[in-house]
């Protein structure tokens, strides 16, 4: 009986792990989408730092490129920057830590990160592309501009994170989707 439900789990199981590997594999843009939840939490190396100047200054001293390390004033859409930190990992990346309430978002920064793709839920943000994405606990908007790509992630569909993005980033409202 033991050996039969092992084998039914593994014939359950296999194939959908072997997807999420798949999906997740060496796909830049999924890593990172896939690393929300640990971003969200994280307290290691962490800057607990909401003043966007001191916290890029911080974030410079331990070796991030300045591009990469300005945490975007997001308040316009009511969050609120929480602090920063290096992303770890095969390139250089800053994640910033933002709230709204008890929603946690963070914004990934990173010089041109492969990977992403039109998805169903593509959507032009004033010049820029911007695609959602769900992940494995949480959705992402990713876009790039200006040889920076972003990766937004929070909990919610991949139309909520987007909404989220395009007014905290763009000022847009009411799905987005035009030029500005």
Do not use: C
């Not at 769900?134 to 929070?154: P, Q, R």
């Not at 139309?159 to 009411?174: K, P």
């Amino acid at each position: 009986i033991g050996v039969a439900i092992g084998l039914a789990g593994v014939l359950a199981i296999g194939p959908i792990m072997a997807n999420v590997s798949g999906e997740l594999g060496d796909n830049p843009a999924e890593t990172a989408i896939a690393q929300h939840t640990a971003l969200a939490v994280q307290t290691d190396s962490f800057y607990a730092i909401g003043d966007s100047h001191a916290l890029r200054d911080a974030l410079m001293k331990d070796g991030s490129p300045a591009a990469l390390a300005h945490a975007p004033n997001l308040s316009k859409a009511h969050l609120v920057l929480e602090g920063g930190a290096q992303v770890k990992g095969n390139r250089d990346g800053v994640a910033f830590r933002y709230r709204e309430g008890d929603h946690v978002y963070v914004l990934q920064t990173y010089v041109e990160l492969p990977g992403s793709g039109v998805t169903s839920h593509s959507r032009h943000i004033g010049h820029n592309l911007m695609r959602g994405y769900k992940g494995i606990d949480s959705s992402a908007a990713f876009w790039s501009e200006h040889g920076t790509t972003y990766v937004f992630t929070g909990e919610g569909d991949e139309e909520h994170i987007l909404d989220v993005a395009a007014l905290a980033f763009y000022g847009m409202t009411g799905g987005g989707g035009g030029h500005h």
